[in-house]
């Protein structure tokens, strides 16, 4: 009997969050002893309880047996889905010569509000923000709005209900949204370990709820507690003030039901947080504290009714919580100046710090953060720039007190305290490293520990970049969802973790942010609304559903947005001129030793992506069945090219010299029409060894490119037969290099390739030049699919000579694809695997044409044999010292 699929999901939840879509998706993965094994058929059947998937009855759904090789993404076709039910479902399979598995285990997922109305609460808030009080002049006391304005916001405020619950519980859900940012308390706890919720959107256009199970929590008589924060829903952002939402529903055993709603009746106060706020950090007076505001039978005569205000449109938040994943615990701990304390953690990372403290009432401790240090060992703030970053914690006097923040975050590696009473030790602070919870999907490891450095600070950044949006950097006055940055390492991003709820919402994020002429914003949600966006920054749109589309399969998403592609192609076409598109304001941004590319000209970038996204949509279009569209921007591509190549080819690509003095040739400007096979037939050659030849002479083995050019050069080198060449680069240690960076103490990647820490644009942790971890996976371990979805994929390591190993392993939608080279004494081994229903090319690399070949103990290649129909393996081709062969699922151990 074969094995019956494991790891089923349901819009890629293994764990059920409650979604509000009518047709989820469902998914599973196949494991089979047999090689060469596929699906033939599925049947998937969806019950409304449990106990009828015992007898394999669906009373919602059952498909019967389904003749399909497909398992990702089968939409639901059943009954309707009602909200706020529990479904549960499982699935059974059979493979290619039709053995028939038993039904796997069973899943289940919970829906969320369907419609509108059904939502019964009403979103409340404090009366005198609506009354425009407080807010405005607190708004201005310090630093006034604007792009850069500081923005250090009031107190975060306190809601609370009481409520009975009389008879036995079958279900209780609850369903919350609290702008800017809530923590949700019931009886006295915490509920859940969700920091920094609901995840960030455009409020304006739509805001996230999320759901909690409460019915472990719920007793007799109850208090449901809310701290509001401020977050982003503050006016700077173009918002009014926080508010909150919650609707609880119970079901009753007797078959009855309930709904506990935000209205009127709530009320609220002000509390020990003072003062919130993202880049200024947080102000909390234990002295404040109001002991049992979040249990029953408090006493809150005193507090505030609450105002009933106008709210924002709903919808679940179907993605990854952030949520703690690491705690930190410093390395060392100095005193450069008396009553001044220093903590080094010994790496960069987002999140805050836990304090513990025993002091007089009153007393006041200062934490401080920062990614740099001076050198006489107090702390460099330059990169916070505009952004305060200070905690303050006035202690309320009693034994032992803890304290975190609630409503911010830092990014920092060190952090000074001031004001502690008495010594602090080691201990006295604990760090937590926090982002979206996204699954970790890939693993990479190799002998050259240089790259497994740089993979390793690449890991940190772009976690610490994923705060519900990605975003440039965590440390400063920024912090946004720059497109440009979340664009280039979108595919680093996705061979690293399981993306495809992150960036599904912050599709619809670039999809709201769209305006009626089809522009979007470099900045999205467009928190900084700046319109339009520079073209390799809009192409965050196209490319990010791509690659969705690619790594997941996933094709509704392409038809969700295909008229707004569309409308932003348009958009492109009206501000081009002859097909040159002079919209762009950062090209190659950030090159070594200039933030705007002196060598690439920004038309070029620009035109490129108005090149690259039209040729995608027209692809887009074709998958679609849009032939008409297809045709068309397939068409309006070849003119851009045409446009491209009669504007830059002569003098930009090859002797472009934007300077006198300067008459280096342009990296970028070369790498990326190689790329898309742009370049005329005759002329890619030439084009080529000008590239080769100035990486060689002139620039000495080391990049010259910026967010645009890194994410491309390495494997434009690697396509072209130069992958030694793109080794050099990777693995340099001199200035400009990422080997640089980690020789000056790099723990992240820095936004620039010059070591800067004085105060302007130097993030030590931007995570844009991380996108040369593609070539990890793709060259050192040789992973590259060929199909969307991993159906066909290659495996083609390129075996350098100095390294001994490396490997891979990626849990792609299709299961667990593994590489994995080494070489020991004169013997090359490379072991591989390949989920059912997947082929693969292997390419086995040989030394000279005597080398024979085998695969586990038996030689499927040498001068004679010729390895076809061995066991399950097809020899395909000889290509100068590979040999390629054609395999099915399974586990493969070659040698040679
Ligand atoms: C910087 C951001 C970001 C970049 C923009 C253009 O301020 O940090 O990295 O995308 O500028």
Redesign the pocket.
């Known amino acids: 009997m074969i094995k019956p699929p494991y790891k089923l999901r349901c819009e890629y939840v293994e764990n059920p969050i409650e979604i509000d879509t009518p047709f989820p998706r469902f998914s599973w993965i196949l494991e089979h002893e047999q090689r060469n094994q596929s699906q033939s058929a599925y049947q998937i059947i969806v019950s409304s309880e449990e106990s009828l998937l015992n007898s394999e009855k669906g009373d919602l759904w059952d498909t019967g047996k389904i003749i399909s090789e497909n398992n990702i993404n089968i939409e639901y076709n059943g009954k309707p889905l009602k909200s706020n039910e529990m479904y549960f479902w499982h699935v059974k399979w059979w493979d290619k010569d039709n053995s028939e598995s038993s039904f796997s285990r069973f899943s289940s997922f919970g829906m969320a509000l369907l419609e509108k109305s059904d939502w019964k609460s009403k979103w409340i808030s404090k009366k005198d923000f609506v009354d425009k009080k407080t807010r405005i002049s607190l708004q201005y006391k310090s630093g006034g709005v604007g792009l850069f304005g500081r923005l250090k916001e009031v107190n975060a405020i306190y809601l609370r209900k009481e409520f009975n619950v009389e008879k036995q519980i079958e279900a209780a859900k609850l369903y919350i949204s609290g702008l800017g940012y809530y923590e949700l308390r019931l009886n006295g706890k915490k509920i859940g370990d969700r920091i920094l919720e609901p995840a960030q959107t455009d409020y304006n256009k739509i805001a996230l709820y999320s759901t909690y199970d409460i019915i472990d929590h719920l007793q007799e008589r109850n208090a449901i507690g809310v701290i509001l924060g401020n977050g982003r829903c503050v006016e700077l952002y173009g918002y009014d003030f926080p508010k909150l939402i919650v609707q609880i529903q119970i079901q009753y055993t007797d078959g009855t039901s309930e709904i506990i709603c935000t209205d009127e009746s709530w009320k609220l106060s002000t509390g020990p947080i003072l003062e919130n706020g993202i880049y200024y950090g947080e102000k909390f007076d234990a002295r404040l504290e109001m002991p049992g505001w979040d249990n029953p039978n408090f006493e809150d005569s005193a507090w505030d009714n609450v105002s009933v205000v106008e709210g924002y449109n709903l919808a679940s938040q179907l993605m990854q919580p952030i949520q703690i994943t690491k705690v930190m615990t410093p390395q060392k701990v100095e005193s450069p100046q008396p009553g001044m304390y220093i903590y080094d953690f010994g790496q960069n990372f987002t999140g805050f710090i836990r304090l513990k403290v025993q002091g007089p009432r009153g007393c006041q401790v200062k934490v401080r953060f920062a990614e740099l240090i001076k050198e006489d060992g107090t702390l460099n703030t330059a990169t916070n720039r505009s952004a305060p970053v200070t905690d303050i914690y006035i202690l309320k006097g009693e034994r032992e007190e803890i304290y975190q923040p609630h409503f911010t975050y830092h990014g920092f590696r060190y952090v000074e305290l001031t004001g502690f009473p008495g010594v602090p030790s080691k201990d006295s602070i604990e760090g937590y490293f926090f982002h979206s919870n996204v699954p970790k999907v890939g693993e990479f490891f190799c002998s050259n520990e240089l790259i497994n450095k740089i993979h390793t600070n690449i890991i940190w950044g772009q976690l610490s970049n994923l705060m519900s949006i990605p975003t ?2 965590p440390q400063r006055d ?1 912090r ?1 969802g ?4 979340a664009q280039i390492v979108s595919e680093e991003a996705m061979l690293n973790f399981d993306m495809a709820l992150f960036y599904t919402k912050y599709l619809r994020d670039i999809q709201l942010s769209q305006k009626e002429d089809g522009s979007i914003s ?1 900045v999205v949600p467009p928190h900084w609304p700046i319109y339009p966006a ?1 073209p390799a ?1 809009g192409s965050a749109y196209i490319t990010i559903a791509w690659h969705i589309y690619w790594y997941y399969s996933d094709i509704r998403v392409l038809k969700e947005h295909y008229e707004s592609f569309k409308l932003y192609i348009e958009f492109l076409s009206n501000t081009s001129k002859d097909n040159i598109l002079s919209i762009g ?2 090209g190659d ?2 090159p070594p030793m200039c933030i705007v590319s002196k060598r690439t000209p920004i038309d070029l970038v620009s035109t490129w992506y108005y090149y690259h996204d039209t040729l995608i949509f027209s692809k887009i279009a074709k998958i679609l069945g849009n032939d008409k569209d297809c045709t068309y921007y397939s068409e309006k591509a070849k003119e851009i090219k045409d446009a491209f190549n009669r504007e830059f080819l002569m003098h930009t690509y090859k002797y472009i010299k934007v300077s006198f003095t300067d008459r280096a040739i342009s990296q970028t400007s070369n790498v990326l029409p190689l790329s898309l096979n742009m370049v005329p037939e005759n002329r890619e050659k030439e084009i080529l060894n000008s590239l080769i030849e100035a990486i060689r002479g002139h620039y000495d083995y080391h990049m010259d490119t910026g ?1 645009v050019g890194t994410r491309y050069i390495l494997e434009v080198l690697t396509e072209n037969g130069y992958p030694e060449i793109a080794y050099k680069m990777i693995t340099q240690t001199s200035f400009p290099s990422l080997g640089y960076m980690i020789k000056e103490g790099a723990t992240t990647i820095w ?1 620039r390739w010059e070591k800067l820490e004085s105060s302007g ?1 130097n ?1 030590q942790n ?1 995570i ?1 030049l991380g996108s040369v971890d593609t070539w990890f996976y793709k060259t050192l371990a040789g992973i590259k699919s060929l199909t969307p979805g991993w159906k066909t994929f290659r495996i083609k390591p390129f075996i350098s000579e100095d390294m001994n190993y490396a490997q891979a392993k990626l849990n792609s939608i299709k299961g667990l694809i593994y590489s994995a080279w080494e070489k020991k004494d004169l013997n090359f081994k490379l072991t591989v695997i390949i989920p059912v229903g997947c082929d693969a090319e292997v390419w086995v690399p040989i030394k000279d044409e005597n080398s024979p070949i085998k695969e586990g103990d038996t030689v499927i290649w040498d001068r004679e044999e010729r390895g076809t129909g061995h066991l399950g393996i097809t020899f395909k081709s000889k290509e100068d010292n590979y040999v390629v062969f054609n395999i099915g699922s399974g586990y493969y151990e070659f040698s040679s």
Not at 482 to 485: E, I, K, N, Q
Request: charged share 35%; glycine share 4%; aromatic share 20%.
């Open positions: 440039d950097c920024e946004h720059w497109m440009g940055d470099d520079d920054w304001k950062y941004w950030c967010l936004e644009m993030s931007h844009m």
